[in-house]
Nanobody, 122 residues
Framework: QVQLVESGGGLVQAGGSLRLSCAASGRTFSNYVMGWFRQAPGKEREFVARISWSGSNTYYADSVKDRFTISRDNAKNKVYLQMNSLKLEDTAVYYC???????????????WGQGTQVTVSS
């Protein structure tokens, strides 16, 4: 089992920045690919970014590319999502997830956090 706890969400004005963190406990953190997903009201959960076991490989959704950066610190068992130039449409609950595959599909991730709310205002 892997337990994941997100933090860092909040209210920010459009154009601003936030940094989300996800702390992992349980099994060996470096054994897992880590992903960030988000879900806006009335919409399906969507892929945001994922990072490989070592952190050397990252991949982003087109909607966040060049604005968001995913990173991880295996010594601290944490994964981060730096979000810059935030837009109104970035408003959502953000979830971190751990899985065994370099995937963009939510069902391929095994463990999920409870989510953290990000609200972008005009």
């Amino acid at each position: 089992q892997v337990q994941l706890v997100e933090s860092g969400g909040g209210l920010v004005q459009a154009g601003g920045s936030l940094r989300l963190s996800c702390a992992a406990s349980g099994r060996t953190f470096s054994n897992y690919v880590m992903g960030w997903f988000r879900q806006a009201p009335g919409k399906e959960r969507e892929f945001v970014a994922r990072i490989s076991w070592s952190g050397s490989n990252t991949y982003y959704a087109d909607s966040v590319k060049d604005r968001f950066t995913i990173s991880r610190d295996n010594a601290k068992n944490k994964v981060y999502l730096q979000m810059n130039s935030l837009k109104l449409e970035d408003t959502a609950v953000y979830y971190c997830a751990a899985g065994r595959f370099m995937a963009t599909i939510a069902t391929l991730y095994d463990y999920w956090g409870q989510g953290t709310q990000v609200t972008v205002s005009s």
